[in-house]
């Protein structure tokens, strides 16, 4: 083995190692449940490793008052402005869901370019369209950032397919497949087991990252953009289970999908962007070649790992 690739090739695994909990955006989520007008039982659910608001502060509207799990707003009921501190850091995003006394129920969403709401003292929505626009699109972008797996893949490809004419096709069938798929499963027109859609994603990295490694005309390599359509349904079917964790406003609906998807493709060109100005600045440089064989393997090795994880979930 090249001796530059003998020394980075653990650096470089043990970096990439680092990211295998962090596939996916953090999503924390307050419940409000109306008891009688004006006053609401009030909780975070349970954290993943400890408690939510030792990370996040609920900054109540004007008029309301929390004395423990209890808060009272008065005959004006909850409307005004509910901020949480702290989204952005631990947590990406905070879902807070008021069920009101009628029994009907709403979903905000804050994160942090976005981490004020105005509620409005019932279950009508009245968020307008701009601001609803805003926040999906910056949950898009989010998403795609922060979800290393997803990441992985696209780089896998820019190394199966290599910057030519080829990534075009190969780009626009991956967009295309999920853009199908995270419309239909966050609809709820198409559903899988969440721990299944897991896998099969770390499998497709497993499985570019190998692709790109030899030089074999394979039907990946015949057929990049095929490759990419396949893998990239199921990729869909991630996005769309996010994006059903965060929750769609039943007024803006359409104008949610569609900028949530929107914000997943403009994190995605990020992706492709930044590779490219890494790979111009590198590609003249002597260990070019061996920096991209250590890459691919600590990209397919995290991806196998991710993968032992998530089957064992599904028959453990």
């Known amino acids: 083995m090249n001796p530059w690739l003998k020394k980075m090739l653990p650096a470089i695994l043990m970096l990439l190692t680092t990211a295998t909990g962090a596939h996916e955006m953090s999503m924390a989520e ?14 975070w659910m349970a954290g993943e490793k400890r408690p939510v608001d030792r990370d996040l502060t609920p900054a109540w509207p004007e008029g309301c008052v929390a004395e423990s799990n209890v808060l009272r707003c008065g005959e004006a009921g909850l409307q005004g402005v509910l901020s949480i501190q702290g989204v952005g850091q631990r947590y990406s995003a905070a879902l807070v869901k008021v069920y009101w006394l009628d029994g009907q129920s709403r979903v905000y969403t804050l ?18 369209l701009g601001e609803v626009a805003q926040t999906y699109l910056v949950l898009g972008v989010e998403h795609i950032m922060t979800g290393i797996d997803h990441q992985f893949f696209v780089i896998g490809l820019l190394f199966l397919v290599g ?5 075009i096709g190969t780009i626009t069938a991956f967009t295309v497949a999920h853009s199908l798929t995270l419309a239909c499963g966050a609809l709820g ?7 299944s859609v897991e896998a099969t994603i770390a499998l497709s990295i497993v499985l570019v990252a190998g692709e790109a490694l030899h030089r074999q005309q394979t039907l990946a390599r015949r ?17 769309a289970g996010a994006l059903k964790e965060i929750g769609l406003p039943e007024n803006h609906l359409p104008a949610a999908l569609l900028t949530f998807n929107a914000g997943v493709e403009i994190g995605q060109l990020l992706t ?15 260990q070019a070649a061996s920096a991209r ?13 991710w993968s032992w994880l998530r089957l064992a979930a599904i028959f453990g």
């Open 189 to 195: 027109w198409l559903m899988l087991r969440s721990a």
């Open 272 to 286: 492709v962007a930044g590779a490219w100005l890494l790979w111009r600045a590198a590609s003249r440089l002597p």
């Open 111 to 128: 994160t942090a370019g976005r981490p004020t709401v105005h509620l409005h003292g019932s279950a009508d929505d009245g968020r307008g």
């Open 30 to 43: 307050m419940q409000l449940r109306e008891m009688s007008r004006g006053e609401f039982l009030w909780q």
């Open 293 to 305: 064989t250590a890459i691919l393997y600590g990209i397919g090795s995290v991806a196998a790992y």
């Open 223 to 239: 057929w990049p953009a095929l490759v990419a359509f396949l893998f990239g349904l199921v990729h869909g079917l991630g996005f």
């Open 163 to 167: 910057f030519n004419r080829r990534l």
